[in-house]
């Protein structure tokens, strides 16, 4: 019995098992990351080739954060890649590209190789410092119609080793030493020249050009061990794929040694040499009973006699800090890398020492990076503007820089040297003053930033134009006109009004507009009327711009221009299909070569034409009605004279183009010509005519055929007065 309850207790443990195995299976794939899961449902892999290695997203995935990566490891910063994506089979992927980056450049784009995978070659940028890359990959679903976006985050990583070869195992107790160490990637080494403190053995790190240097300095005697902790800016990967951003610490086991004479600290490592200066700097060292006060000493870079005066140390006072308070006056420069510093009474050694003495912080040259520029001395920059500032001078690698009203500046440790200081700084939108002084170690270096207002041109969407009989009848934005406007009312005025509060708008900052206005007035007949330029222009932005308290408003046109007040011929004693050109164009040279411009055409439209028109009708077939029935119908009549008041049509939405009909009324002399006196069809008629004309323009003389009735006026009795239809052709003449 006991048996069986053990079977089934171990059963249901069994159970339970698969039931926990199941459930953290599923929980696994609930927490897939999205990107991953896109890129699954339509491609069987996606591999990345780097020189001979491999990754797949089957693969080399690793978890960082909760977030999903595709992992692979680089070697160089510029490496290049080789992108392979195979679709699914029945998975219809049309349009598939890779979409640029900053981080990498497309050296070849995706094609499809033997209907089997997509293949391309990026090369990157700068794997080391970049953060974040994603490749991304837009294609449309063939079955869906859908365009989709896939975004596959990728983590670099790679193998980076720092290794020690020292050339001796002897410190000594206050003496730097400095060491060159071997490394395979020195742009993934962190470099930050900050001392390590309260170590047996003190260390930093520093990057000279394209070596990396290891600086000790020991603080105990006797055997000590260093260890060195590296730091990376790319990690490594671990057997279990955690990320390691620390390759195995520099250790090395050093012999600490006491100089012989006995050696002094300082309170400060790096002293400046100050010219101006008449007591010298202050400076306290370490109590020493041999030390006498009020005594000046010699300070020489050299225990011998007869060396090279360095310093000269002024010993003031003791104080309750077991310190000996001191002036110190510099007249050479001195690193402590240089060897040690020695402390004499007249010749004699007494007491040595060490720290730098440095040229007095200057700055000789400062210079402006924008992107996609090279630098420039002409220290202009722009509210709301990111700018790289490059700083050349002296000792400004211990130097503390601050930028006047400007608090968000990063400094770029990776290109800091005693001679160049670089950094990034970000204008503020709002900053009032003009000038920003560049202060370094709190003291005005006499460099300042210009601030400039932004002239860039914008594209004309700040201006609208407002026409008809009532000038505020029809309102449109400039940039929106894409044909010539036709308007048909009395034309009062045309206006241009400035909308200021577009032009700085969303925090786009684009400043002053100036433009040039060019305005042609032609009449039916393309004939040139008027011509006028309207010359500085100015748009100021308007008050909800962030700058406008910093623009100078001086100049500025805000107000409505009237055209009307700059044309001798105004537009309301312009003639039918008048056009007037409006031509709106940015000042370049006061927009740095920059310029939109826009056209606006509006003409006058009219529908209906009225004029006298003289025309030969000839050949012309009449029917009378009141004739008897077997003489109603005419014979074919001689050329004819007619005049006619007559309407004529224009085209709707095209530019005087008529219709080819026209209708008018008038009076038609019947066989004008035929002055023979057996002619009886002759007479005087009042008729209403309709007439079709081929469609040609500007023409004086053409082709017409004629259609109406009328009643004829006649004393004749073979040809009585009566009414009459007629058809037939004629010649007109336009007078």
Not at 252 to 258: E, G, I, L
Not at 471 to 484: D, G, L, M, R, S
Not at 704 to 724: E, R
Request: contains cysteine.
């Amino acid at each position: 019995m006991s048996k069986s309850y053990l079977n089934v207790f171990l059963f249901t443990l069994l159970l339970f098992a698969i039931v926990l195995h199941s459930n953290a299976q599923r929980g696994n794939m609930l927490k897939q990351d999205p990107a991953f899961n896109l890129a699954n449902k339509y491609f069987e892999d996606i591999v990345l080739n780097i020189d001979t290695s491999s990754f797949k997203i089957s693969q080399n995935k690793v978890r960082i954060k909760e977030q999903e990566y595709l992992s692979f490891q680089f070697v160089k910063d510029d490496d290049e890649c080789e992108i392979v994506l195979f679709p699914k089979s029945g998975s219809a992927i049309g349009n598939l590209q890779l979409i640029s980056s900053g981080d990498f450049s497309v050296v070849d784009s995706l094609i499809l190789v033997n209907n089997i995978s997509y293949r391309g070659k990026i090369k990157f940028a700068n794997i080391t410092k970049s953060n974040f890359t994603v490749l991304r990959f837009a294609f449309r679903d063939i079955h869906s119609q859908e365009f989709k976006t896939l975004e596959l985050p990728i983590y670099p990583f790679t193998n980076t080793f720092v290794r020690f070869y020292p050339n001796s195992d002897e410190l000594f107790i206050g003496e730097e030493k400095v060491f060159e160490l071997a490394t395979n990637n020195i742009n993934n080494v962190v470099a930050d020249g900050v001392w390590t403190t309260g170590e047996d053995i003190d260390y930093m790190f520093t990057r000279q050009g394209q070596k990396l240097r290891l600086h000790v300095l020991p603080n105990q005697m006797g055997t000590k061990n260093l260890k060195a902790r590296v730091k990376t800016l790319k990690p490594s990967l671990s057997e279990d794929e955690t990320p390691l951003f620390d390759p195995p610490a520099i250790e090395y086991a050093f012999s600490v040694k006491v100089s012989r004479l006995s050696f002094l600290n300082t309170d400060k490592r790096d002293v400046f040499s100050d010219e101006e200066s008449q007591e010298g700097t202050p400076i306290q060292i370490d109590y020493n009973r041999n030390v006498q006060l009020q005594k000046t000493y010699r300070i020489e870079a050299q225990e011998e006699p007869g060396g090279k005066l360095i310093a000269e140390l002024f010993t003031r006072s003791e104080l309750s800090t077991n310190k000996i308070l001191c002036w110190l006056r510099v007249y050479s420069l001195h690193r402590i890398s240089d060897g040690y510093l020695f402390i004499k009474d007249g010749d004699k050694a007494k007491f040595i020492t060490n720290f730098n003495i440095l040229p007095q912080t200057s700055i000789t040259k400062v210079s402006v990076l924008r992107e996609g520029a090279d630098y420039t001395d002409n220290l202009s920059v722009y509210p709301g503007e990111t700018v790289d500032i490059k700083i050349e001078g002296v000792s400004l690698d211990r130097a503390g820089f601050r930028f006047e009203d400007i608090n968000e500046v990063q400094r770029d440790s990776l290109i800091r040297s005693e001679t160049t200081a670089t950094m990034r700084l970000k204008v503020p939108l709002n900053v009032s003053k003009r000038k920003l002084a560049i202060y370094i170690n709190g003291r005005n270096s006499g460099y300042t930033l210009n601030i400039r207002e932004y002239q860039r041109a914008r594209p004309l969407d700040f201006l609208d134009v407002s026409y008809g009989d009532h000038v505020a009848e029809q309102h449109v934005v400039i940039n929106t006109i894409t044909a010539p406007i036709l308007y048909r009312k009395s034309l009062k005025d045309i206006v241009l009004t400035a909308l200021p509060d577009k032009i700085d708008e969303d925090g786009r900052l684009y400043g002053k507009q100036y433009l040039k206005i060019k305005i042609t007035v032609k009449g039916s007949k393309q004939e040139l009327i008027e011509m006028r330029t309207i010359d500085n222009v100015i748009i100021c932005p308007g008050y909800s711009s962030v700058r406008s308290a910093s623009y100078d408003k001086k100049g500025c046109q805000n107000s409505a221009i009237s055209l009307n007040s700059y044309l001798s011929r105004k537009t309301t004693d312009l003639g039918d299909w008048s056009r007037i050109e409006i031509e709106i164009m940015h000042d370049a040279d006061k927009h740095q070569g920059e310029s939109y411009t826009q056209r606006i055409d509006i003409v006058l439209e009219r529908r209906v034409n009225f004029d006298i028109d003289v025309s030969f009708p000839a050949g012309l077939v009449s029917v009378r009605p009141n004739k008897p029935v077997g003489e109603q119908l005419g014979s074919f009549g001689g050329v004819s004279l007619a005049a006619i008041a007559q309407f004529s049509f224009f085209k709707p939405g095209r530019i005087a183009q008529y219709q080819p009909y026209r209708i008018g009324v008038g009076t038609i002399a019947l066989n004008a010509f035929d002055f023979s006196q057996s002619n009886t069809n002759r007479g005087l008629a009042l008729v209403a005519l309709g007439s079709l004309s081929p469609m040609r323009r500007d023409v004086k003389l053409r082709f017409v055929l004629y259609g109406g009735g009328g009643y004829l006026l006649s004393n004749n009795p073979a040809n009585p007065s009566g009414w009459f239809f007629l058809l037939g052709p004629g010649i007109m003449v336009r007078l």
